[in-house]
């Protein structure tokens, strides 16, 4: 017969369970609205920062801008801003995106390290690669990216890498995040879409188009980041929200099944109780 109080006991346990991963579920989902807003909203000066660069670069000599050519010496390694999580609980997106890093950087020798988040700082060590820099330890990380941009803008210009890429999970909906990885340096100034007929073929700029399209080139680099890294955040709510809504439902699955196990223990000991009852009474009787 099995353990009434032990059942009892996991019961309890399994409800205490359900309520921390339903807490936790909503939390993520608030977080994850804030998160995918901030990535939407910032879609539009995105779009319209593009367009001037677009804009600027077929007025101006490109490829004398140290962040648009590539080195003149390679040297044979790239520097990968790696954009993970500082916390688990989100099902298999790290597993996910780790897997991915690992197939597009097999060799350790081939890259250095830049990371945000403790679970991307943790497998480069794991793997024996080389860690530039971590950018972990903030309250939010979209607080890193100016540092960041730096960083990685300083270190390629100075002819140290032969170019820098960003891996990271890509936000595509509530229930679907891919990773994927972007190469941000050197820059490529592709065209759009859609022709722009709408700006001004002739306009003046002061102080001179060649000084504004060199200072919008690191605006532009850093707002590819932040939006890298929005994406990334709102991927980990996404997918931490989705896991705990797993648990909790898996919980209160366990909880009704350990629920029958424990009317039929109950039954069982309730059923001997009366056989025996009967038995010492008619031995009694006899």
């Known amino acids: 017969m099995a353990n009434i109080r032990l059942i009892k006991g996991r019961i309890k346990s399994a409800k205490n369970i359900s309520q921390i991963t339903k807490a936790m579920e909503m939390v993520a989902a608030s977080k994850m609205k804030k998160a995918q807003a901030q990535a939407t909203a910032g879609k539009l000066y995105a ?63 081939s890259y250095e390290g830049v990371t945000v988040g403790k679970k991307g700082a943790a497998l480069i060590a794991r793997v024996g690669g080389q860690l530039k820099a971590d950018f972990s330890n903030t309250s939010s990380f979209v607080n890193v990216v100016p540092a960041l941009t730096k ?85 980990f709510y996404s997918a931490q929200m989705i896991a705990m809504r797993n648990a909790t439902d898996n919980a209160l699955s366990l909880v009704d099944e350990l629920t029958l196990v424990y009317n039929k223990a109950r039954q069982e000991k309730i059923t001997y109780e009366i056989t025996d009852l009967i038995t010492a009474t008619m031995t009694v009787s006899a």
């Open 47 to 109: 779009q319209k920062i593009f367009e001037m660069v677009i804009t600027l670069a077929s007025r101006t000599k490109t490829a004398s801008h140290p962040l648009l050519k590539k080195p003149e010496v390679l040297s044979g390694k790239r520097l990968v801003v790696l954009l993970s999580s500082n916390k688990g609980l989100c099902g298999g997106l790290n597993a996910n995106l780790f897997r991915f890093f690992l197939l597009q950087y097999p060799a350790t020798k």
């Open 151 to 235: 960083l990685v803008t300083e270190e390629y210009i100075a002819g140290h890498y032969d170019g820098v890429d960003l891996v990271y999970s890509e936000f595509i909906s509530v229930a679907k995040q891919n990773p994927r990885k972007k190469t941000i340096l050197p820059l490529t100034i592709e065209s759009l879409d859609a022709p722009l007929t709408d700006l001004p073929l002739e306009f003046l700029i002061e102080p001179s188009i060649d000084e504004v399209f060199e200072e919008l080139l690191p605006h532009y680099l850093e707002n590819q980041i932040r939006d890298a890294l929005l994406e990334a955040e709102a991927s």
